[in-house]
């Protein structure tokens, strides 16, 4: 089975850092184009960031450009976001996935930024 275990986030105030990862199990890493998600109480989950199973290839949702990047080493199964200028509307649990598969999410972490 696919396992998904995301790891880094913590309590941090307003114009901090966290850097996230998520270590990915059960599957063909480098095959896979990866995305970081997050979710808030009685929201739906949106998209954060995605990278190409090359790590060549990055994007990211309009909330976010310019403050987080998103990076993976396949050699350790792990895809990362380096979280910068934080604000607290980035509060939310942050999980990882691939884009096409989707498999079982993750416990997620909590990434919880203060005023």
């Known amino acids: 089975q696919v396992r998904l275990v995301e790891s880094g986030g913590g309590l941090v105030q307003a114009g901090g850092s966290l850097r996230l990862s998520c270590v990915a199990s059960?599957?063909?890493?480098?095959?896979?184009?990866m995305a970081w998600f997050r979710q808030t109480p009685g929201k739906e989950r949106e998209f954060v960031s995605r990278?190409?199973?090359?790590?060549?290839?990055?994007g990211y949702s309009d909330s976010v450009k310019g403050r987080f990047t998103i990076s993976r080493d396949n050699a350790k199964n792990t895809v990362s976001l380096q979280m910068d200028v934080l604000k607290p509307e980035d509060t939310a649990v942050y999980y990882c996935?691939?884009?096409?598969?989707?498999?079982?999410w993750g416990q997620g972490t909590q990434v919880t930024v203060s005023t």
């Open positions: 990278i190409s199973g090359s790590g060549g290839i990055s």
């Open positions: 996935n691939t884009l096409s598969e989707m498999f079982d």
């Open positions: 059960g599957l063909t890493f480098r095959s896979y184009a």
